[in-house]
C-alpha cells in the first residue's frame, strides 16, 4: 500500500511540475509576442514646415519654419497595457489601466525611458521616442497641411480622434479609430504622446533645419497629440503640452519609433 501511494504521490508531483513548466513557458511566449508585436510603418522622410500654418494656435508653435527629417518607422499604435505589462512585470505607476489594448497612460517620461532601455535589451532592436519633428511629420501624414492628424475637417474629426466630444473623455482600445495616410491610429487624442524633445516656448526661433533635437537646456518635456479629454484645439498636430519628466498623469502615453526604414 505505502509503494503503491508513493506512486501516486510521484505521478502527481511530475504531472504538476509538468504543468507548471507548461505554464511558464505559455507566459512567456505570451510576454515574448507582446514585446514583438510592436508594429511599425515605414516614414519616407523628407521636408515640411513645421508648426501652426492656421494662425490659431499659441505663440510657442510659431513661427513656421522648414525642418527636414530622416526616414525612420513610427509604430502604428500608441504602446499597449500588454506590452508594457511584457517587459516592465508590473502593473502601470498610477494603475489607471483599463485592458491589455487600451494604450499605457499614468506613465511618466522617466517611466517611458526605463521601458524603452529594458525593451532594447530584450528585443535587441533600438527603440526609442520619436523628436518632436518627427512626431509632427509623421502626424501630418508625411509633412503635408492637416491640422489634425488625418483630418482638416472639424466635421470630421471624431472619425480620426477619441476625444472629449467624440468618447465622452474615455480612452479606446487603440486603432478603433480612422489612421492617417500613413496608416497611424490615434495620433489626435485617446492619450497624450511623450516625445523625446526638452521643452522651450521659443526654440522654434533657432530651430536647425535637418533633425532638430529640442533644447539641450531645458528641464520639462514635451507632450503631443491631445487626448481622450481634450478639446478639439489640443488635438491640432501643432499643438505643444509639456510636464516635468517624473510626473505621472492619467490619459499620458506614448508612441515608439525606430530609426531608418
Known amino acids: 500500500m505505502k509503494s503503491t501511494k508513493r506512486t501516486e504521490q510521484r505521478y502527481l508531483l511530475a504531472a504538476f511540475s509538468l504543468l507548471f513548466v507548461y505554464m511558464l513557458l505559455m507566459t512567456r511566449q505570451a510576454q515574448g509576442a507582446a514585446i514583438t508585436d510592436i508594429k511599425t510603418v515605414v516614414v519616407t522622410g523628407g521636408c515640411f514646415m513645421m508648426g501652426d500654418q492656421a494662425g490659431s494656435g499659441g505663440y510657442d508653435e510659431r513661427p513656421v519654419h522648414e525642418v527636414c ?18 517587459v516592465m512585470a508590473s502593473d502601470l505607476p498610477l494603475h489607471s489601466g483599463h485592458g491589455p489594448g487600451y494604450p499605457a497612460n499614468g506613465v511618466s517620461w522617466s517611466d517611458v525611458r526605463e521601458y524603452i532601455t529594458r525593451l532594447n535589451r530584450r528585443s535587441g532592436l533600438n527603440y526609442r521616442l520619436p523628436t518632436e519633428a518627427e512626431w509632427e511629420y509623421a502626424a501630418r501624414s508625411g509633412g503635408k497641411l492637416q491640422m489634425y492628424s488625418g483630418s482638416n475637417d472639424e466635421k470630421t474629426l471624431a472619425d480620426y480622434a477619441c476625444s472629449r466630444v467624440s468618447c465622452s473623455g474615455t480612452a479606446l482600445p487603440v486603432g478603433q479609430k480612422k489612421p492617417n495616410a500613413l496608416g497611424l491610429y490615434d495620433m489626435s487624442g485617446n492619450a497624450w504622446e511623450w516625445v523625446q524633445d526638452r521643452y522651450d516656448p521659443y526654440y522654434y526661433r533657432q530651430s536647425p533645419k535637418n533633425n532638430p533635437q529640442g533644447d539641450p537646456f531645458g528641464i520639462n518635456r514635451i507632450l503631443r497629440g491631445g487626448g481622450s479629454d481634450s478639446v478639439n484645439g489640443q488635438l491640432r498636430t501643432s499643438y505643444r503640452e509639456y510636464l516635468a519628466p517624473t510626473v505621472r498623469r492619467d490619459g499620458v502615453g506614448f508612441r515608439l519609433l525606430l530609426p531608418g526604414r
Open 69 to 86: 527629417v530622416d526616414d525612420f518607422r513610427m509604430g502604428v499604435f500608441e504602446v499597449t497595457e500588454e506590452q508594457w505589462y511584457a
